[in-house]
Structures are given as structure tokens and as C-alpha cells.
């Protein structure tokens, strides 16, 4: 009888990492790994949420922006960290373009990273210059396809999606744009503005304040329904394309072998957070929304957009650079 209560205790030593006076988790500060410059929307998203989990987990969280390499630095700093749960990486939809479009990657995000929680999704925001004469998305593709070649719009570095749903339109309506490469998406709008080219999809939080002041158009954006924030623009989609639907998505993924109790706890936490009032207005005030999802679910939903950005970029014959 002794034999078997000994076995059990040491069993349960394996299941439970308390069991023996192991501090609980978590005992020391958490860091944000942020693979973008400071001042996008991950970014700002990120330091919203650090906030929040300093008060509700009694530790420290600091945001780390490690930008580069279309966010391949930071994303390889958190495949490479210790999986104890005190490192976790905000990654955007680049996280699953980068594989179809890059060599070399030194990290394998569908096995080296496990999905942990979505902080917001949302649609991208098409703008126009007015020195071009359309007011809606309609005339656009009628202007477009009467001045082939004549057109121009900005791609803000890399395949973004942005970039990428730019070139599924393209080959959805049979319009031809000349494609000008940024290194961001900051650059990109400011030539806008000026003039030097005509269209844009970009992040919403960016875009709509120059929207709302004039300087450019909105026409469009790249949901599948209209966000609150932007009710009186059309999705592609009912605009006669239903097929050219893409989202960029900003959520929380941790190490590999990360144990599955940390990850639960980190999950109900940032939930919890996602969905309280204040958090809800951040999101809305920039276009964007969350959903709940468990990190099971999380992860059937990074596998599909893995198939969908996957299948889209082989349908424009893109190959890996």
C-alpha cells in the first residue's frame, strides 16, 4: 500500500509542476516579443493588452519590439525561447505567407510555435486618390479596366496580405496595376497622400484618419461584412467579387512544448481581457474585432488561413525568393 501511494505521489509530480513547492506561475515578468517597428497596430495592440496582464497576472509584462526581416527576426527569437510560458510572440497574418514566399526561414511556425490566443482581426481598408474620378468601388474597377496599365498602387514591403489581395483582385476582375514596393506601410501612405500612386490596402487604423479628413477615399475594404467603424464602406466581396475575402489578424502564440496548463492559464486571461468594454472599444475604434476561441480552436483557424494564403499564393504563381 505504501509502494502504490509513493507511486502515485511521484505520478502526480509529473502532472502537477506545484506539486513539490514549485512556485506557481507566474513568478517573475513576461515579455511581448513584437517583430515590428513600434507604432503599428500589433504594436499598439500589444502594449493594450501588457497593461492589462501586469494587473490581472501580478507580474511585470514588457512589450520587446524586434522588427526586421518581415518579422522573421522576432518570430525566430520566440521560436528559440525556453517554452516556460514567460516569452510570448505577437504575430500577424505574415506569420503564415512567409513560408510560401520565403527561403530560408529558421523556424517552422506550424511545429516550432504553438497558437495561443487572438487579440484582434480586421479587415484591410482600399483607398483611392481623388486625383483619380471614382467615388466608389464600382466605378474603380470600370476606370481601371478603361486604362490598362495606367494605374498604380503601393505594396508596403514583402507580400504583405494587403500586397497579395492587390494582386487577387487583379486577377479576379482583369484589371491591370502597376505595383510600387515600400519598405512600409508608413512611407507607402505618405506617397499616397502625395499623389504618387493611386491605390492602397492598408491597415484601416492608418488610413481612416486621412479618410475622414478628405485627403483620400475610401472604397472599399477586404471582409467578409462591414466593420462598425467603417459601416458605410462596402466589402469587395458584395461588390461583385466574392471570392477576394482576406483579414489581417494579430493574435498571441507561445513556444513549442509550452506545458498545456501555462497555456490555458495565459489563454483565459487574455480572453478575459479581450472582451472586456475598454478593450472592445480599442478594437472597434480601429476597425477591428476579437473572438474567443480556445487555443484548440485558435489553432484550427491558423491551419486554415495556412491553406488559404497558401492556395492563394500558388494561384498567383508566386514562387519563394
Known amino acids: 500500500m ?32 513584437v ?24 507580474q511585470t509584462v514588457i512589450v520587446e519590439n524586434k522588427a526586421g526581416g518581415n518579422q522573421i527576426i522576432g518570430t525566430n527569437e520566440l521560436a528559440k525561447a525556453n517554452p516556460d510560458g514567460y516569452t510570448i510572440g505577437l504575430a500577424i497574418s505574415s506569420l503564415v505567407i512567409n513560408p510560401y514566399v520565403s527561403k ?39 476606370y481601371a479596366r478603361a486604362h490598362p496599365g495606367e494605374l498604380a498602387y503601393g505594396q508596403p514591403g514583402g507580400l504583405s496580405s494587403g500586397h497579395l489581395t492587390m ?31 493611386q491605390v492602397f490596402i492598408n491597415s484601416p487604423t492608418a488610413t481612416l484618419p486621412y479618410v475622414k479628413s478628405g485627403n483620400i477615399r475610401a472604397i472599399a ?18 461588390s461583385g467579387f466574392p471570392n477576394v475575402i482576406t483579414n489581417e489578424w494579430y493574435a ?29 472599444k480599442r478594437l472597434t475604434d480601429i476597425g477591428a474585432e476579437t473572438f474567443t476561441d480556445n487555443p484548440e480552436q485558435f489553432a484550427k483557424f491558423i491551419a486554415k488561413e495556412n491553406q488559404f494564403w497558401g492556395n492563394l499564393i500558388k494561384s498567383l504563381n508566386i514562387k519563394p525568393e
Open 252 to 280: 498571441l502564440f507561445l513556444p513549442a512544448k509550452t506545458p498545456a496548463p501555462i497555456v490555458n492559464q495565459l489563454n483565459a486571461e487574455i480572453v478575459k481581457i479581450m472582451n472586456s468594454p475598454g478593450m472592445q
Open 35 to 58: 517583430p515590428l517597428a513600434p507604432g503599428a497596430t500589433a504594436d499598439y495592440l500589444a502594449r493594450s493588452l501588457a497593461v492589462e496582464l501586469t494587473k490581472s497576472l501580478g
Open 167 to 197: 494582386e487577387f483582385l487583379k486577377k479576379e476582375a482583369g484589371i491591370d496595376m502597376l505595383s510600387v514596393p515600400y519598405k512600409g506601410g508608413g512611407p507607402a501612405l505618405t506617397d499616397l497622400l502625395a499623389g504618387r500612386f
Open 104 to 142: 530560408n526561414i529558421p523556424y517552422d511556425a506550424m511545429k516550432d510555435l504553438i497558437p495561443l490566443a487572438m487579440l484582434g482581426i480586421m479587415p484591410g481598408l482600399m483607398t483611392v486618390h481623388p486625383s483619380i474620378p471614382v467615388k466608389t468601388f464600382p466605378e474603380f474597377i470600370a
Open 2 to 33: 505504501k509502494l502504490l501511494l509513493g507511486l502515485l505521489i511521484v505520478l502526480q509530480s509529473f502532472i502537477n509542476p506545484f506539486a513539490f513547492g514549485a512556485d506557481p506561475f507566474p513568478n517573475k515578468s513576461i515579455r511581448i516579443i
Open 221 to 238: 475594404t477586404t471582409g467578409s461584412k462591414r466593420p462598425s467603424a467603417m459601416a458605410d464602406v462596402p466589402t469587395i466581396a458584395e
